[in-house]
C-alpha cells in the first residue's frame, strides 16, 4: 500500500521559513517523480514544484528564489524547503509520486500571517 506522509507545515509571520518534508512507503521512490502541490481556499489545486528521478527541478514562477525541493532517495522522502514566506503562500500543501499512477498525501497546513 501506497503512503505518503506529510509533516513540517505550521504558522509562521511573514519572512518566515518552514521545512516540509514527505515520507513515502509502498513505492520504488527513486524512480518516481516527486511534487509538492498545493491549495489555497477557494481555489485550484496548483505545481508547486517538482523533482525528477535525476534531481532536475521545476518551481512555479511564483516560488522561484524562494522554495527548495530535494529528495533523498536513501530516506525515501522529498522535502520543501521554503523562505521568504508570503501571505499568498498559506495553503495545504500536498505531496505528489508520480511513475506510472499517481499518489497523493494526506496534506498538511501552512499559514503564513502576523
Known amino acids: 500500500q501506497v503512503q505518503l506522509v506529510e509533516s513540517g507545515g505550521g504558522l509562521v509571520q511573514p519572512g518566515g521559513s518552514l521545512r516540509l518534508s514527505c515520507a513515502a512507503s509502498?513505492?520504488?521512490?527513486?524512480?518516481?517523480?516527486m511534487g509538492w502541490y498545493r491549495q489555497a481556499p477557494g481555489k485550484q489545486r496548483e505545481l508547486v514544484a517538482h523533482?525528477?528521478?535525476?534531481?532536475?527541478?521545476n518551481y512555479a514562477d511564483s516560488v522561484k528564489g524562494r522554495f527548495t525541493i530535494s529528495r533523498d532517495n536513501a530516506k525515501n522522502t522529498v522535502y520543501l524547503q521554503m523562505n521568504n514566506l508570503k501571505p499568498e503562500d498559506t495553503a495545504v500543501y500536498y505531496c505528489?509520486?508520480?511513475?506510472?499512477?499517481?499518489?497523493w498525501g494526506q496534506g498538511t497546513q501552512v499559514t503564513v500571517s502576523s
Open positions: 523533482i525528477n528521478s535525476g534531481g532536475s527541478t
Open positions: 509502498g513505492i520504488i521512490f527513486s524512480i518516481h517523480i
Open positions: 505528489n509520486a508520480r511513475w506510472s499512477a499517481a499518489h
